[in-house]
């Protein structure tokens, strides 16, 4: 089944009885993208959560800031380290964001318990809510959610079996084969470390 990436218009929904969330400690937390405890696997690279591969794929053409952004610690951090690059994203990011982020909620699918707590929402509409934020979001409004809401959009059919599992090639990362630096060239030993530098 494929993700419809059509940008839904926006509508409001009641705030009882939703799987909304706002903050990553709170209740349904699990499904924003600053939550840092479902890293994965993707490309032969791990990322510490969603935002990061979300915010590198605006640069397919500078694989330093997709490496700077992979390396922050947080995803606040990891956004923090695109928008300081921002003027450089690639210029049809706002036709190809949504593509995007279908992405990278694909892949965070396979991140430990991930499948079972979003399959955990039922039936609920999950809502990401937002103060500022109308288009990945809702917001709060008079007992209301208002906002397009296209990350709750994107997770309920993720949810329901959608999926997207290759990128066309060169589209959001490098063609060219990733190589991953010896630890002796790092100056540091052991192979757990989260924040190894890559070649290319
Ligand atoms: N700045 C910020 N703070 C939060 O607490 C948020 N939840 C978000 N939203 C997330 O930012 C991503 C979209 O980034 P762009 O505006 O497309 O650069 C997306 O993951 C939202 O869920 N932002």
Not at 51 to 62: C, G
Not at 190 to 197: E, F, I, S
Request: with cysteine.
């Amino acid at each position: 089944m494929e993700f419809d990436l059509t940008i839904q218009p926006i509508r409001s929904w009641d705030a009882e009885g939703q799987a909304a969330f706002c903050k990553v400690a709170e209740e349904y937390g699990e499904h924003s993208n600053m939550n840092r405890h479902y890293p994965y696997d993707d490309r032969g690279l791990h990322w510490r959560g969603t935002e990061a591969q979300y915010q590198a794929m605006r640069f397919p053409h500078l694989p330093d800031h997709q490496e700077a952004i992979r390396n922050a610690p947080f995803m606040m951090g990891a956004k923090k380290v695109a928008y300081e690059r921002k003027s450089e994203t690639r210029p049809d990011w706002q036709e190809v964001k949504v593509h995007a982020m279908a992405y990278v909620l694909t892949r965070k699918l396979g991140a430990h318990d991930y499948a079972e707590r979003l399959a955990a929402t039922g039936t609920r509409d999950i809502i990401e809510i937002s103060m500022r934020d109308a288009f990945w979001g809702a917001q709060p409004r008079n007992g209301k959610y208002v906002g397009r809401n296209m990350l709750g959009i994107l997770l309920m059919q993720l949810r329901a079996g959608a999926r997207i599992l290759e990128l066309p090639p060169g589209t959001f990362f490098p063609e060219a084969p990733i190589r991953p630096l010896e630890d002796a060239q790092l100056g540091f030993g052991g192979l757990d470390q989260p924040t190894r530098r890559f070649a290319r």
